[in-house]
């Protein structure tokens, strides 16, 4: 799967292939953007271009081939949730004393590594950062650049602070990625020391032309939706699980209905029951969440006149009703509320229970 594979922000793609051309590729790249934009795909096509075998020429630029030995193998780390699961796993299998030493890395090529946040916290820890730092000195082995993906750029202090130092002397041979869709959370010293190219979200009209070809099965409606719900991100869209969305979708309309005065609470009941302890229950209820707040987002819009913002489009006359019955400071605090619900699942309260209470006390 060559560059021409990636679809959306062609002038991001052009300007990373002219780099590659010229042989003045930077040490250091900010790739931002959305969720689901791509950040990821991009930067592993240009690993790939790197240090592909071959180097085809496609459109007068350099290009991959996808079958050589490094090609292969760099394409390995593409499916990164996976491999990032593999790599917690064979964490949490470790004795005690090692599973502290050990740092959540993804390497499918010796000279490429993928650097995840670690889980809990989700964040870059200064152990990962010493890592890179231990071996990025060192000529790469069977690649011509070493590469470095930090995909998801979210630093503790000390780890960013250990960054800084490799960005002041990179080596000639290593090219660090940092991905995040949110650039103004780096610090400073990190973000004037990279080139920052920024993936700007896909319009909806296109993420519907490229679902219609990879999602044929999906009806034109719930390709349109799908598009809005994702924000313009093709990669978002593209494995979107849209039973799921609609199936909380549906349960957040109930659970913001006795507010509405539409619906009574036997019916709220039997929902929030439903959300349960375990891992499990943690994605359904993280799932209701974002659903919520989509919502409720969607109701500011039509209450602040903008309707062509709103995502659940297909249930637009709904929620009209909806924006009818609420105002700006209901739907503020109703905001406040989820996130006390958000943190409170942090904290490990029982789900049912405080959903029950959040859509109790939305009631006027
Ligand atoms: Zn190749």
Known sequence: MPFSDFHGNSDVVHTLREMLAREHFPHAVILSGPQGSGKFTLAQMVAKAMNCLERPVTDGLPDFCGHCANCVRIAEAD???????????ARENLRDADK???RILVQA????LIIPPDPPQMLVKVDQVRHVIHEIYYKPAEARERVYIFSDADFMKEAANSL???LEEPPEFATLFLLTDNPSALLPTIRSRCMHLRLAPVPAAEVEQYLAQVRPEWKPRERALVARVCGGGLGRARSFDLPAYLAARQDALTLLGPAMGTLDHSALFRVTDTYRSGAEGKAKTEQLIRTLYALLEDLLFLKAGTPEF??????QPELARMAAEADFPWIVSATQRLGEVESGMRRNLLRSLALDTFATSLER
Do not use: G
């Open 79 to 89: 499916a990164l949730e996976e491999r990032f699961a593999e790599a917690v796993e």
């Open 100 to 102: 502290r030493e050990t």
């Open 109 to 112: 090529h010796p000279d490429v």
């Open 164 to 166: 800084l130092k490799v």
């Open 310 to 315: 709103v995502r659940n489009h297909d249930i």
